[in-house]
Structures are given as structure tokens and as C-alpha cells.
């Protein structure tokens, strides 16, 4: 065991996921989006951005409503789903922000499986990508090849294979002059922000432990029993109706919400990859048909010695919680929902609160992006929160201890040939994992 943690020893830096194995060299390119911004003192308007959507659901709807609200000069310019009801939600957003939606009429909103192509080349500055998540990764490709800025949604991957996919593709981004930016929001959120800059400063000396958790009161979108499948309806289609409930299109909830309790724990441990992880986890209110878990526990191992920890439940009647304890060797902080505190000798010495940063997140996207600068958050961090996820779940669903090594060389990809799927694609999941059972691939 020595051994490996002196092999991994440098992983342990800052950034390491994105400058080791996983990525590989950055290709060149040049930015087809430069557009210069208009100094204020010759009071000439901004540049507009035409923004883009690929899935208007909830998720979809509010980034659209977050970039407006960020610049005043963008405008929603085209809209993609593979669900045409969805196009409804278009009237909303045209009541609330009065002349800033132009779709010619129509002709810019696009629906199937190929309208995030059709959003790329519409005439987008910028595409927002909300759509199911295992479409990400060949979307995010898409968008960045026709040189756009792209927004997309965590999770951007669901597998290993899924997350060298993004990771090289956000490496041609930076080299052409595109920013991205990843729906991890709590990084955003401004007293987090702040109290995270305290902990660097060292108020409560080095840090040593870090415990996550995010509970919530039930299974977002929960099947119902398959029974009642409308007839006629294809596999494929009902499990996009409820894709929470699928590994194969969610990630487990390991990837779809608590992932933000993840990225958190990563992000106060200093964004280093932990060398190993042993975990548990179950299904203790299962739901027919379905295949992710409801709980899970993981113990994260450093190669400098520290720990870190994360617990995750979504089970209706429970005890809500989305909280951080960071341990240091002068003192702690805490953080819980919307407060935080900091602790040294007993005594608070600094409190904060806040709501979560979508505005926030969108407006340094933003800014970077009219001062003609890169905003690139997946190759800063995010991809090394994903990993942890990703290692965390493989650890829990198989009951093995699980390295660093061995998680980023997975083969395992959960949903083979997206680019080819229609309604029409024979959906089978596979079985729940089970601990002991279930083995690493």
C-alpha cells in the first residue's frame, strides 16, 4: 500500500486530475468568437450575445434566466429539446425578459435527438447545455468544435471514458480562446467564496479533515411503476421521462445531486485527488424498475495522510441536510445550506450567509468572456470533482477498496453509442449493484 501512495504522491497537487494521465496534450485552435468590448467611456452599446439551449426542463429554463439576468446584452436566440412541450416554457421567459427573445418566429427552436446540432448552428455566441446528462460529453464536443463558449450542466459525464471525453475537449476550448463554465454552483455562492479564501489564508491553520453531506427528502422525479408506461410508448422514451432513475442516464444521484456535496468536500480539501476511497451504500427504498440508489456513505484516503468524508441520502421523510465541517488544526468551519461560520479557540470570529451563486456564476462567465479572457472551470477543478464521484460510487457499488489509478483506467461506459440513439433504441438497465457482487470494470 506504501508503495502506491508514493506513486500517487503527485497527484496531490492542485489540479491534478487535469495534469496527469487523463489529459493528455491540448489541441490549438483559434477563437471564431472574439468580440471586442466597447469601452464605457465611448458609450456605445455592448456587443449582444446570442445565447442558445439544448433542453428547456427545469435546469434548462433556470440558465436561461441566469445569463440573462447576469449581462443585459444576451439574447435567447435558439432553443433545443427532444420533448416539443417543453418549447411552452419559451412564452415564460419572453413575459419576463420583454424583448429579449428572438427565435424568428419559431423557425430557432428545434426538436429530436439531433436540435443541439441544430442550436450550434444556428448562429449561437454561446450554447447552454441542460440537456439528460449522458448526452453531454458528444454535445459538449459538438459545441466546442464550432468554436462556441459553452455552459454545461453538471453532471458532464457519467463514466471515466465520459470524463476524459470532456476533459480533452475542454482543453480545446482554453487553446481556442472559449470559456466554460460547470453548473457547480455552491463554488459561486458568495459566503462560500468568501470563507474559502479565509481557509486559505490559514485562519484555522492546514486543514486535515473535511466531512460533506447532501440529504434531500426524496428521489427527484420518482418512476412510477412500470405498469403504467402509456402503451405504445417505447422503453427509450419512458426512461427519458424519468432518467433520474437510471445509472445509465443519470449517473446514480451520486453524479446528479450529490455530486455537489462532493465538489464541495474536494474543493475545501484543495481540489486534490484522494489516492484511495472504500464506501457503502444501498437502495433502502427501492423503486421498481429503476436501478440507482437512494444512500451512500464514502471515506476518502490522501496520500498525505488526511481524510475526508461524505454521506448522501434521498429518502422521503428524512432529515434534509446539505452541510460542510472543516476541520484544521487551529480550529473549524461550518457551513450549513445558506450559513457559515468559522471557528478558532471556541469563539466564532467570522460569520456569513448567502443564497446559492447561479447569477453569480454566470456573470464571471460572462465578464470573462466580453473582456476577451478564458473562463475554464472543468480543467481548473470540476473534472477532479467528478472523478472523486465516480470513485466514490465504483468503491460502494462494488464494496472494494478503490484507487486513484484504478478509477481513472474504468473501461465501464454506462451508455454505449449515444450519437445513434432515437426513441426507438431497446432501453434495458441493468442490474441494481450490488456490494461484494458487483465487480470493477
Known amino acids: 500500500m506504501s508503495d502506491q501512495s508514493t506513486e500517487n504522491q503527485s497527484l496531490s497537487s492542485r489540479r491534478s486530475f487535469v495534469k496527469k494521465g487523463a489529459l493528455g496534450g491540448a489541441a490549438a485552435g483559434l477563437s471564431t468568437l472574439a468580440v471586442p468590448l466597447v469601452s464605457a467611456a465611448e458609450k456605445e452599446p455592448k456587443a449582444k450575445y446570442k445565447v442558445g439551449v439544448v433542453g428547456l426542463g427545469g435546469r434548462g429554463a433556470g440558465a436561461v434566466a441566469n445569463i440573462l439576468e447576469a449581462d443585459s446584452d444576451t439574447v435567447l436566440w435558439a432553443v433545443g429539446d427532444v420533448v416539443e412541450k417543453r418549447m411552452d416554457k419559451i412564452k415564460g421567459i419572453s413575459k419576463k425578459f420583454s424583448g429579449r427573445v428572438d427565435t424568428d418566429g419559431g423557425k430557432r427552436e428545434f426538436v429530436g435527438f439531433d436540435a443541439y446540432q441544430k442550436v450550434i448552428d444556428s448562429g449561437v455566441d454561446i450554447v447552454l447545455l441542460t440537456t439528460t446528462p449522458n448526452f453531454r460529453p458528444m454535445q459538449f464536443e459538438a459545441a ?65 479533515n473535511v466531512s460533506s453531506s447532501y440529504c434531500g427528502g426524496g428521489r427527484p422525479n420518482r418512476m412510477p411503476d412500470p405498469k403504467f408506461k402509456p402503451p405504445g410508448m417505447s422503453d427509450m422514451e419512458w426512461a427519458l421521462r424519468f432518467w433520474q432513475n437510471f445509472l445509465e442516464l443519470s449517473g446514480d444521484g451520486v453524479l446528479e445531486y450529490h455530486i455537489h456535496g462532493i465538489d464541495r468536500m ?79 479557540d471556541g469563539k466564532k470570529i467570522w460569520e456569513g450567509k448567502s443564497g446559492l451563486g447561479y447569477k453569480q456564476e454566470h456573470e464571471i462567465f460572462m465578464k470573462h468572456i466580453r473582456e476577451g479572457k478564458v473562463y475554464n472551470d472543468v480543467i481548473d477543478y470540476t473534472a477532479n470533482s467528478h472523478a472523486i464521484a465516480m470513485m466514490g460510487r465504483t468503491a460502494a457499488y462494488t464494496g472494494q477498496l478503490i484507487t486513484d489509478k484504478q478509477i481513472m483506467a474504468s473501461e465501464d461506459v454506462l451508455l454505449k453509442d449515444v450519437k445513434n440513439l432515437t426513441l426507438e433504441t431497446p432501453f434495458t438497465p441493468r442490474e441494481s449493484a450490488v456490494p461484494g457482487k458487483t465487480k470493477f470494470l
Request: overall charge positive.
Open 144 to 208: 466546442v468544435a464550432a468554436g462556441k463558449h459553452v455552459f454545461i450542466e453538471k453532471p458532464f459525464a457519467l463514466d471515466i471514458p465520459g470524463l476524459h471525453s470532456v476533459v480533452e475537449t475542454a482543453k480545446k476550448a482554453k487553446a481556442a480562446g472559449q470559456s466554460v463554465l460547470t453548473g457547480l454552483v455552491w463554488r459561486y455562492t458568495p459566503h462560500l467564496m468568501d470563507m474559502d479564501k479565509r481557509l486559505k489564508d490559514g485562519v484555522i491553520g492546514d486543514i486535515v
Open 266 to 344: 474536494g474543493w475545501f480539501m484543495g481540489d486534490q485527488m484522494p489516492v484511495r476511497c472504500y464506501a457503502n451504500g444501498a437502495n433502502i427504498d427501492p423503486v421498481l424498475g429503476a436501478n440507482n440508489w437512494d444512500s451512500c456513505n464514502f471515506r476518502y484516503e490522501y496520500s498525505d495522510g488526511r481524510t475526508a468524508s461524505f454521506f448522501g441520502r434521498q429518502i422521503k421523510g428524512t432529515y434534509a441536510d446539505s452541510g460542510d465541517t472543516i476541520l484544521g488544526t487551529k480550529g473549524r468551519a461550518v457551513a450549513k445550506g445558506s450559513n457559515a461560520f468559522i471557528e478558532v
